[in-house]
């Protein structure tokens, strides 16, 4: 299985950014895939999670600018955002819950995928 992020570059402060992860491979079930971020030298934090249901949840330090969506007959979660300050500006990683049989799931993540800010 392999996750692939996109839509990670270059922003203005205040701008706006659409990324993107798919999901490939063997896959029977994907179930909650989640958003994570991580500055240099810093832990990976958790940005948002989405069930295969639809239920979302975000961590707070986002206040209310980013917004998680997946469409699942794409395998595919997506995280807008939106009002884009400096500190937004790191590497973002997918990761995702994923069945390969009925009885056997297991956690994986993406390479990441970066944003940066222009001056």
């Known amino acids: 299985v392999q996750l692939v992020e996109s839509g990670g570059g270059l922003v203005q402060a205040g701008g706006s950014l659409t990324l993107s992860c798919v999901a490939s491979?063997?896959?029977?079930?994907?179930?909650?895939m989640r958003w994570y971020r991580q500055a240099p030298g810093k832990q990976r934090d958790l940005v948002a999670s989405i069930t295969s249901g639809g239920t979302s949840d975000y961590a707070d330090f986002m206040k209310g600018r980013f917004t998680i969506s997946r469409d699942n007959a794409k395998n595919t979660v997506y995280l807008q955002l939106n009002s884009l300050q400096p500190e937004d500006t790191v590497d973002y990683y997918c990761?995702?819950?994923?069945?390969?049989?009925?009885?056997?799931?297991?956690?994986?993540w993406g390479p990441g995928t970066q944003i940066t800010m222009s001056s």
């Open positions: 491979g063997n896959i029977y079930k994907v179930n909650t």
């Open positions: 990761n995702a819950e994923i069945q390969h049989s009925p009885t056997y799931e297991h956690d994986h």
